[in-house]
């Protein structure tokens, strides 16, 4: 049986028949209702079932495993030190974050939760294990260890749950997984989650499930119209180009917290090194990182010291980032189930996520793949020019003005300006202002240089090739007319009709008097007559174009 999401989303945690001591847990916890895979795997898990899940990260599945076996715990708690649940997870992150997040739900019912993993001293595992747990929540490594050393006893286990089971058998676990379900007793209900659903999972399931209810849950669905909560693009630029690509996309993206996947170590710490000098504050991942020094770089993450996390897909396994926006692919993943893995990271619980690829000429070709594989687009856009990244930044000078005007106390600044208001025009002193704190910012577009633009070409055999061009310097003006810079392009859905059109009707200016229109990815270049120039500037500022305020002004030779 497969089961999809219904279409009442009206359904509440009590009508999924849990216990009043796991709904005043949700309720403190602010959990309004359960999610689609919560709604489907809660009640046949709480009766006992077997289950197969797949279900993307984000989709609240911790939850869908952890109430059931809280709902099937004796009332009035155990007493009995042996477990009774144990759940398998690929990372030590993960096993901290189930364990945290059974710890919350089961308060109220005493429930006692126990995270084992290595790079933790021993010792303390050993000592809560003797005096008795509910459930325990392992890595299968360390849970081998103690089973070895007689200190995990499974004999009265009733659940097992193995989260992510697809990252762990890719983590090399299939045989501590084989060892640990063999010291379980036979009846116990199993419960498997996945988020992809390759050949070895249904041998897995297949080995060690009993007639299981089976459940597929994807991202959530958008209506039609609405934007997708994982915005997909992607770049294709040569390699030698890639690391000033990356830096350009990220200054225009201006993610609050972003992990860049790199392929190998040397990649990992050549990047952060480059993302630093250009004024990132950039923290590398990889296997040569001790477990000390990993754990002060999640906290610098998680704390906002940190922007950015270079990592290999293999350090970055079972990461949740609660404020993490951006996730790049600084090369396209050699499998979609590692594509799937690493976009899951970003657009959750409602929030709106970006997912970015860099992909070389070669790599086009595996864009497609994913594409289909997925069944998502990824837009193929151009890397942003330097005049798209100077006004990005001016965009940003601009914002942290107006922040400044509302929130900050300035009247200690009054008597500069009065003073220079005796000599020059306030416009002239407030232009001289923005200008050092565009500067102070570290804008410094100025030094950037133009990334060759790819673009595929039909080659011999039919297929797609290609190769770099620059980017087409816009020609001169006609004679009598001025060209004006629009803050929006392609991008923002601009068209050159909106153009006329906003022209027209709030200049009114006549159609047949506007001149060359040209549409960037982020913004346009429209002329008007020499004449008219003021008047339309005057009148679009006030106005808006495709519902959004726009920045319009004089062409300068920097677009050019």
């Known amino acids: 049986m497969t089961a999809d999401a219904p279409d009442d989303d009206r359904t509440s945690f009590a009508d999924l028949g849990l216990r009043p001591e796991l709904l005043r847990a949700l309720s403190g916890l602010g959990y309004e209702e359960p999610t689609p895979i919560q709604r489907e795997a809660i009640p046949p898990l709480a009766t006992g079932r077997d289950l197969l899940g797949q279900a993307a990260t984000g989709t609240g599945k911790t939850a869908a495993f952890a109430?059931?076996?809280?709902?099937?715990?004796?009332?009035?708690?155990?007493?009995?030190?042996?477990?009774?649940?144990?759940?398998?997870?690929?990372?030590?992150?993960?096993?901290?974050?189930v364990s945290e997040a059974v710890h919350r739900y089961g308060r109220e019912l005493g429930a006692r939760v126990l995270p084992i993993y290595g790079g933790q001293p021993i010792g303390r595992q050993l000592r809560v294990l003797e005096q008795g747990v509910d459930v325990v929540v392992a890595t299968p490594g360390r849970a081998v260890d103690h089973l070895n050393r007689g200190t995990l006893k499974l004999e009265k286990l009733e659940v097992v749950v193995l989260d992510e089971a697809d990252e762990m058998l890719d983590m090399g676990f299939a045989e501590d997984l084989?060892?640990?379900?063999?010291?379980?007793?036979?009846?116990r209900q199993t419960v498997l989650f996945s988020a992809t659903m390759p050949p070895r999972i249904d041998r897995l399931a297949r080995q060690h499930l009993t007639d299981p209810v089976r459940i597929t849950i994807g991202r959530e669905q958008t209506e039609p119209g609405e934007a997708p909560r994982v915005r997909q693009s992607a770049y294709v630029v040569p390699r030698a180009h890639k690391p000033a690509a990356l830096g350009r996309v990220l200054d225009v993206e201006a993610p609050t917290a972003a992990i860049v996947f790199c392929r190998t170590r040397d990649e990992v710490d050549q990047l952060?090194?480059?993302?630093?000098?250009?004024?990132?504050?950039?923290?590398?991942?990889?296997?040569?990182?001790?477990?000390?020094?990993r754990d002060r770089v999640m906290a610098r993450l998680r704390n906002g010291t940190a922007d950015l996390l270079v990592a290999t897909d293999v350090a970055a396994r079972g990461l949740d980032v609660e404020q993490l926006t951006h996730v790049v692919n600084y090369n396209v993943p050699s499998a979609p189930e590692s594509y799937v893995h690493r976009i899951g990271r970003v657009g959750r619980a409602g929030r709106e996520g970006v997912a970015i690829t860099l992909a070389e000429p070669r790599e086009h070709g595996m864009l497609k793949t994913i594409e289909r594989v997925t069944k998502q687009r990824i837009q193929v856009e151009k890397v942003p020019t330097v005049a798209d990244l100077r006004a990005r930044r001016l965009e940003l000078t601009r914002a942290a003005l107006h922040e400044s005007l509302l929130e900050d106390d300035l009247e200690g600044f009054r008597v500069v300006v009065e003073t220079l208001a005796d000599e020059f025009d306030v416009m002239e002193i407030a232009l001289a202002a923005v200008k050092?704190?565009?500067?102070?910012s570290g804008a410094a577009a100025d030094e950037e240089e133009e990334i060759p633009e790819y673009t595929p070409r039909p080659d011999r055999r039919g297929g797609t090739g290609g190769e770099p061009r620059r980017e087409r310097k816009p020609r001169r003006p006609t004679a009598g007319m001025t060209r004006l810079f629009v803050g929006a392009g392609r991008s923002a859905g601009i068209r050159p009709q909106d153009l006329v059109g906003a022209?027209?009707?709030?200049?009114?200016?006549?159609?047949?008097?506007?001149?060359a229109i040209e549409i960037a990815d982020r913004f346009s270049l429209v002329e008007v007559p020499d004449g008219a120039a003021q008047q339309v500037i005057a009148a679009l500022r006030g106005a808006t174009i495709k519902g959004r305020k726009v920045t319009v002004r004089r062409e300068r030779d920097d677009h050019r």
């Open 67 to 97: 109430l059931p076996v809280l709902e099937r715990m004796a009332a009035g708690g155990r007493t009995d030190p042996e477990p009774f649940a144990l759940v398998l997870v690929p990372t030590r992150e993960l096993a901290v974050q």
């Open 178 to 187: 084989d060892a640990i379900l063999a010291e379980t007793p036979p009846q």
């Open 272 to 293: 952060t090194e480059t993302l630093n000098g250009r004024g990132y504050r950039a923290e590398s991942l990889h296997g040569g990182i001790s477990q000390e020094q």
């Open 436 to 440: 050092l704190a565009h500067e102070s």
């Open 503 to 515: 022209i027209a009707g709030e200049a009114r200016l006549h159609g047949r008097e506007i001149g």
